[in-house]
């Protein structure tokens, strides 16, 4: 009698995600939201997402299927139910990152009914939909003791496969209160006559909002009978909503997003891309659009031995100093990962260029003895060079940049040492749609951070892209020494920083306005 092979638990599923992305500013995206990213193995995301919001996973990343069809461009959404459901069986951790709230016009209800039948587990994340985004952020109250006790969400693109429209315009015209149309503006004109041919005074405030919450935000208001063709000379296009009712009245004295100091300019960041999200969050804030255009990338040594051999040594030196904020993280990190730690640094005095380094020291439970005023090499040279003579100083440094601080130093009689504890490369070409963008002049502002990145535009930017450098797209440079090597390589700089950090720039940017 043979003993049969036992066969194996069948594998668990995943779990899937239906998270709300919010209507668009990368900000109000919730932090179960911002958990649930971190956790995920995948994430299916719609076109109305932010990108900037796959910065918090680490996950592989697909932009749902869409289609052309006889009405247009429609999306499958059983395509997209199936991806759900196979990815979880598969084991996999799911994101399904939808614009707005998944369950107010998302059919994000559709997609968990698909799971729920397919025995998936799943959970729902709230977003902030676009309706009360896209009021707050043009300054309208959609409810106001004065004007509107109520709010209702309607759609304005019902299901084309409908015989005839579901929507009572007859109660729509005379409902107490606003009235917030997604997915209308293709209708508006449509829509005002319908509420006008119904009762609705065509004298009632309109509104509409076209890429709400976003620094390209732009808000037509007027008259119901109006608004349609101020739209239309407005050239508004989707995604969009539309706002119908006394409160519209407010926003005159409410209003706030579109008076930020670079609200609708488009920057481009030209840090590190792992290293840009401060820059780019700081350019929301002023009301600007950042575009990711890493110039350099960083990179550990190819060879550690070198960095090894110092840091068994670092009891020798009587100074540490760093020019950048890669560079304490390029040694404090080696000395962590090769068993030691900052007990090392004891002895020694430590100097940054500038409050950024500085800050990044702290991170490290360490404080800066030197930090000079203005933070370039020559300031800190000169303030280190009545302190060091006779004694061993290391600089942690990149593997490329200028000879200023160790020739004051060697000059002030220290016994300097360099070592080279990151690589600073040249990326070697822009990403197609940041590339189409230079090359159509949509960007209004490049911030040059440092001498290579400046060098390094030089050499990207293609003769399309160049002819708009000067006119559509000014360059602000951080510092003296990245203005002259702009110089250097024909590159015009129209603002530079007083300060020589991120703020700095965007500071330049704002004074040139």
């Known amino acids: 009698m043979t003993t049969p092979t036992p066969h194996a638990d069948p594998k668990p599923p995943g779990r899937v995600y239906l998270v709300g992305a919010g209507p668009g500013d990368p900000g109000l995206l919730t932090l179960r939201g911002a958990e649930c990213l971190r956790l995920a193995d995948l994430v299916l995301y719609d076109g109305l997402v932010n990108p900037l919001l796959l910065r918090h996973s680490h996950a592989s990343a697909e932009r749902t299927c869409r289609a052309e069809g006889p009405t247009g461009r429609q999306i499958r959404q059983e395509e997209i139910n199936q991806r759900l459901v196979d990815a979880a069986r598969e084991g996999k951790t799911v994101v399904r990152l939808k614009g707005g709230d998944p369950f107010i016009f998302g059919r994000g209800s559709?997609?968990?009914a698909a799971l729920r039948a397919a025995g998936i587990p799943f959970e729902v994340v709230p977003g902030i939909t676009a309706a009360t985004a896209a009021a707050v952020y043009t300054g309208i109250s959609l409810t106001h003791r004065d004007h509107a006790s109520a709010v209702a969400f309607i759609t304005g693109h019902e299901d084309p496969a409908k015989p005839s429209s579901a929507l009572d315009y007859q109660s729509l015209a005379h409902f107490p209160g606003t009235l917030v149309f997604y997915m209308g503006l293709h209708r508006l004109e449509s829509i005002a006559g319908s509420l006008i041919a119904a009762g609705k005074s065509a004298d009632t405030p309109a509104c509409v909002v076209c890429r709400a919450t976003q620094p390209l935000q732009q808000t037509v208001t007027g008259t119901l009978r109006e608004i349609p063709q101020l739209a239309k000379?407005?050239?508004l296009h989707p995604p969009s909503l539309v706002i119908v009712g006394d409160c519209v009245q407010v926003r005159d004295r409410a209003h706030w997003f579109e008076d930020r100091p670079l609200f609708g300019k488009v920057i481009g960041i030209t840090r590190?891309?792992?290293q840009a999200d401060d820059a780019a969050h700081r350019a929301f804030e002023l009301g600007a659009l950042p575009v990711l255009l890493p110039m350099i990338e960083i990179a550990p040594p190819d060879d550690w031995s070198a960095v090894d051999a110092i840091l068994e040594r670092l009891d020798e030196f009587d100074w540490i100093v760093w020019t950048s904020?890669?560079?304490v993280r390029g040694l404090l990190d080696r000395l962590w990962q090769t068993g030691g730690d900052i007990r090392r640094l004891s002895h020694a005095r430590l100097a940054c260029i500038g409050p950024a380094t500085a800050k990044v020291l702290e991170q490290y439970?360490?404080?800066?003895?030197?930090?000079?005023?203005?933070?370039?090499?020559?300031?800190?040279?000169a303030a280190l060079a009545p302190k060091v003579s006779g004694q061993k100083v290391l600089w942690a440094r990149a593997s490329r940049g200028r000879d200023v601080l160790p020739q004051i130093l060697t000059q002030a009689g220290a016994k300097l040492e360099q070592e080279?504890?990151?690589q600073n490369r040249d990326v070697m070409a822009f990403p197609v749609a940041e590339l189409a963008q230079l090359e159509r002049g949509d960007l209004d502002w490049i911030g040059l951070s440092s001498p290579s990145i400046a060098r390094s535009l030089a050499k990207l930017i293609t003769p399309a892209a160049r002819q708009w450098i000067g006119t559509r797209t000014k360059l602000a440079s951080i510092s003296p020494v990245t203005t002259a090597a702009a110089a250097?390589?024909?590159?015009?700089?129209?603002?530079e920083a007083t300060t020589y950090t991120w703020e700095g720039l965007f500071q330049s940017m704002i004074r040139d306005a």
């Open 365 to 381: 439970s360490l404080r800066a003895d030197v930090v000079p005023n203005e933070f370039r090499a020559e300031a800190l040279a």
């Open 272 to 274: 590190p891309e792992d």
């Open 488 to 495: 250097e390589v024909g590159l015009p700089i129209a603002a």
């Open 420 to 422: 080279v504890v990151y």
């Open 233 to 235: 000379a407005a050239g």
């Open 325 to 327: 904020a890669n560079g």
């Open 110 to 112: 559709e997609e968990a």
